[in-house]
């Protein structure tokens, strides 16, 4: 297990996670939402291949409607 941070709150996942996993896990929709790893935005099609570190920062960000 690592720990990262998610949204400003530490987390256990599995040391093999990518972000992809991580978003099934903790059951977050996949469309609509950007992830940032670190201050840098991880593109939709890298989620499978970018793996996650101990003491990552994570940001998920919701799209939402509005005007």
Known sequence: MITITLNER???VEDHFNVLQLLHEIKSP????AVAIN???IPQDTWETV???SN????I???TQGG
Do not use: H, R
């Open 30 to 33: 996949v469309n609509g939402i």
């Open 39 to 41: 201050n840098q935005i």
């Open 10 to 12: 530490a987390i256990d």
């Open 61 to 63: 960000i919701q799209a």
């Open 51 to 53: 793996k996650l570190k």
């Open 56 to 59: 990552d920062q994570l940001l």
